[in-house]
């Protein structure tokens, strides 16, 4: 079974402090690793997808990194307006597209 | 992007009683997914919705509960039957795009069941 495990499940940071926020995943056949954001009431926001071991994708202050194991996330100088509830999520190459999430991690950003 | 529109937004539902959330795109998929979002938990798939067939329920979900209705390349329903305060979540419609390269999300509809 596919699994995906995100950490810290909460962190707090001072605007400025950088930070990485972890997705391991144990998973058959990689097809695919998603990065969102999800605001309080909303739906996720697509950040970005990464397939391969090495690869990174970046947008802004985010940077999102691929190994076999694990992704991350890090954020680069964060802002207030990054906070927010960052998921993870694999989709695999068992046939159907479906995406299997992590729980997240629930980022604040303190002025 | 894809511009993804769910109704209703919320709704407030007696025990017994069923809803049906309207998932609308904005441009053809072949693939439209169905989640749930349950009280500070992350999402889990529902089931998967290809027009023209019958939709495919993941483990723990079923039709008679979970009825699909896929009539068109942009539009969708779930309805969640016999509701009862179990089934009180964020409900969220989705799609893929270019294979499965990126994938969005509606806004959700969240259940409250009484």
């Known amino acids: 079974e596919d699994q995906v495990t995100q950490s810290p499940e909460a962190l707090r940071l001072q605007e400025g402090e950088s930070s990485s926020l972890n997705c391991s995943y144990t998973v058959s056949g990689l097809r695919g690793l998603f990065w969102y954001r999800q605001d309080p009431g909303k739906g996720p926001e697509f950040l970005f997808t990464l397939y391969s071991a090495g690869e990174e994708k970046e947008k802004e202050r985010l940077k999102a990194t691929l190994t076999k194991k694990e992704s991350f996330l890090h954020i680069t100088a964060p802002k207030p307006e990054d906070s927010a509830t960052y998921l993870c999520a694999v989709v695999t190459g068992g046939g159907a597209d479906g995406l299997t999430f992590g729980k997240g991690t629930h980022l604040i950003i303190q002025p | 992007s894809a511009v993804i529109s769910q109704k209703p937004s919320r709704d407030i539902c007696q025990r017994g009683t069923s809803l049906t959330i309207q998932c609308q795109v904005d441009s053809q998929v072949t693939m439209m997914f169905w989640y749930r979002q349950q009280p500070g938990q992350s999402l889990t798939l529902i089931a998967t919705?290809?027009?023209?067939?019958?939709?495919?329920?993941e483990s723990g979900f079923v039709i008679d509960k979970f009825p699909i209705s896929r009539p068109n390349l942009t539009f969708s329903t779930l309805t969640v039957s016999n509701m009862s305060p179990e089934d009180s979540s964020i409900y969220l419609c989705s799609v893929e795009r270019q294979g499965v390269s990126e994938a969005f999300f509606g806004q959700g509809t969240r259940l409250t069941v009484v």
């Open positions: 919705a290809n027009q023209g067939s019958e939709a495919t329920y």
